[in-house]
């Protein structure tokens, strides 16, 4: 069970800081969402497996990550070698990027690993507005994301809601929740552990992957909302029990 009020989840972090946690790979870690999170997750004592392209990129990627967390476990990868180092994998890659990456990681992935999907497929991977949705054949990038892996790889979206500049400033506290959809609620409580571990992030159990259509598509209100007020809004749901996870 993950304990959802402050309180629980700082003696939870607490309990569970103790313990090493396997590493986690980050695909697109180069990029700003990718690094917000590479950051705070190694911030929260979790090794940053850091993919890219390019393994000189993840390398420099690698030393500014130690620049804001000096005491955090990263490694510099290229994307199917961070892959391979990992049980848990972050895609954090633009929509028009997101098959193509997938496709070149088919043969990196394995049963059993588990990804969480942060794709957003906003219009602007298009050339069109940031506050507009691009329509997917298969419902969202997360169920697309789904369609591509291999057979037994999980597939659990999340962290489309937190901004990339939030998570990049250590000073900036998040105070907000992360919705997570997936058809596996193990999987789903597997990714909450995992992304609770940064603070001020409550993960809400958001229902099915198909969900995802709705949760990505928040993006969009946000940054048309942080547009207007020029701000770094996030969500926060009310009038939730205090246990999200049992
Ligand atoms: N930015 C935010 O605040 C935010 C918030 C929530 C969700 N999201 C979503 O998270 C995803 C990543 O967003 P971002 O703003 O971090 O994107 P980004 O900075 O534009 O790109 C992230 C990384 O994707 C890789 N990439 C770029 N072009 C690629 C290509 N042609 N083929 C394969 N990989 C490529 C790059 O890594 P390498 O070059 O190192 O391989 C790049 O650093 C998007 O789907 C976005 O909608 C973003």
């Given amino acids: 069970m993950l304990p959802s009020s402050p309180s ?3 003696l939870y972090s607490a309990a569970v800081a103790q313990a090493t946690p396997d590493p986690v790979a980050i695909i697109g870690a180069s990029g700003a969402l990718g690094f917000g999170v590479a950051t705070r997750l190694g911030g929260a004592g979790v090794p940053i497996a850091i993919g890219s392209r ?3 990129r993840a390398v420099e990627t690698v030393e500014r990550a130690r620049e804001i967390v000096p005491d955090a476990s990263f490694s510099a990868h290229h994307n199917d070698d961070a892959v391979r180092a990992a049980a848990v994998v972050i895609l954090s890659v633009p929509f028009r990027n997101q098959s193509e990456t997938l496709a070149n990681l088919r043969h990196a992935l394995s049963p059993g690993q588990l990804l969480i999907d942060a794709t957003v497929p906003l219009a602007a991977a298009v050339s069109g507005k940031a506050t507009r949705m691009l329509g997917v054949w298969q419902g969202s990038a997360a169920q ?3 369609e591509m892996v291999p057979d037994g790889v999980r597939v659990v979206s999340a962290l489309h809601t937190i901004s990339a500049a939030s998570l990049s400033d250590p ?3 998040l105070d907000q929740d992360v919705l997570v959809c997936g058809d596996s609620r193990d ?5 909450a552990a995992l992304i609770q571990r940064i603070e001020g992030l409550r993960c809400v159990d958001c229902g099915r992957l198909e969900m995802s259509r709705t949760t990505e598509s928040l993006t969009a209100l946000l940054i048309a909302v942080n547009a207007r007020y020029k701000a770094h809004a996030g969500v926060r749901l009310t009038s939730l029990p205090d246990s999200l996870w049992e």
């Fill in 8 to 10: 629980a989840r700082s």
């Fill in 54 to 56: 390019e393994f000189a």
């Fill in 144 to 146: 697309q994301a789904l």
């Fill in 171 to 173: 000073e900036h506290p």
């Fill in 187 to 191: 999987d789903k409580r597997e990714a």
